[in-house]
C-alpha cells in the first residue's frame, strides 16, 4: 500500500515538473523567435538609414564650409556636424559614388547646382517621416520585448523553481531530478536569463522633422548660392558627375 502511494507520488511528481518545463520551454522559443525576429529588422532598416545619410552627405558635399553647414542647422533645425567627416565629404571616390546616379537639372553651372541642392533638400524630406515611423516602430517593439523578458523572468524564477523540483524529490533521486546546487545553480540561471534587446536609439540617425522647401526656400538658396560661389570650381567638377 506504501509503495503504491510512493508510485503515485512520483508519477505526480514527475508529471508537474513536465507540465512546468514544457510551459518553460515554449514561452522561451516564443521570446527566441520574437528577438531573432527583432534582431533582423534592425539589420534590414540599416539600408533605411543608409539612404537617408547618403542625402545628408549629399547637403554635406555642396555646402561645405563649417560655417554653412551651422547656418543650414539654424534654418532647419537639422544638426549636420555629428555626420560631418572630412574624409568622406573629400574623396573622390565617394563623391562619384554620392551623386553619379543623380540628374542635372538647368542650363547654367550655378543653375544646375542649385537645383542640385533643392532635389537633395526635397529627396531627404520626403525620406523623413517613414524613416522615422519605422524607427519609432522598432522603438515600440524593442520596449515590449524587454517588458516580456521581464514578466518571463518573473513567471519563471529558476531559482525558485529549481527549489521547487528539490521539495518535490524530497531527497529521491528520479529520471528529472535537480542536482544542480551552490554556485552551479547560480550559474545555470545566469545562463539562461535574457539580456535585454538594444534600443535602436543612439544606433540609427533620428532627425525628427524638416520643414518644407517652400517655408525655407529662400534661406538655403541663399546658402547654396554662396556655396557655389565658394566653391565654383569644385562645384563644376562635381556636376560633371552627374548623369545628364
Do not use: C
Not at 532598416?45 to 555642396?62: C, S
Not at 542649385?114 to 531627404?124: A, G, M, Q
Amino acid at each position: 500500500m506504501n509503495n503504491g502511494f510512493e508510485d503515485l507520488a512520483e508519477s505526480l511528481s514527475l508529471e508537474v515538473k513536465r507540465e512546468i518545463a514544457e510551459r518553460y520551454f515554449t514561452h522561451r522559443k516564443v521570446i527566441e523567435e520574437e528577438i531573432e525576429e527583432y534582431q533582423e529588422a534592425l539589420k534590414n532598416f540599416e539600408r533605411e538609414e543608409e539612404k537617408i545619410l547618403r542625402e545628408l552627405l549629399r547637403l554635406m558635399v555642396l555646402l561645405k564650409d563649417p560655417d554653412l553647414l551651422e547656418r543650414f542647422e539654424e534654418i532647419t533645425g537639422l544638426h549636420l556636424k555629428p555626420y560631418y567627416d572630412e574624409y568622406i565629404l573629400s574623396s573622390p571616390t565617394i563623391r562619384k559614388r554620392l551623386f553619379r546616379k543623380l540628374r542635372s537639372r538647368g542650363f547654367t553651372s550655378k543653375g544646375k547646382f542649385l537645383r542640385l541642392f533643392e532635389d537633395t533638400y526635397k529627396r531627404l524630406w520626403e525620406k523623413l517621416p517613414l524613416y522615422q515611423r519605422k524607427l519609432s516602430f522598432l522603438e515600440h517593439w524593442a520596449r515590449r520585448i524587454n517588458e516580456d523578458i521581464e514578466e518571463f523572468h518573473r513567471e519563471y524564477d529558476l531559482g525558485s523553481i529549481f527549489a521547487f523540483f528539490s521539495s518535490l524529490e524530497g531527497g529521491t533521486p528520479s529520471e528529472m531530478a535537480v542536482s544542480i546546487e551552490g554556485g552551479s545553480r547560480e550559474g545555470l540561471e545566469e545562463q539562461l536569463r535574457f539580456a535585454r534587446v538594444p534600443s535602436p536609439q543612439g544606433r540609427f540617425v533620428d532627425l525628427k522633422g524638416l520643414p518644407r522647401w517652400k517655408e525655407v526656400s529662400g534661406k538655403l538658396l541663399a546658402l547654396a548660392k554662396e556655396a557655389y560661389r565658394r566653391h565654383s570650381g569644385e562645384a563644376k567638377q562635381l556636376l560633371e558627375i552627374l548623369a545628364t
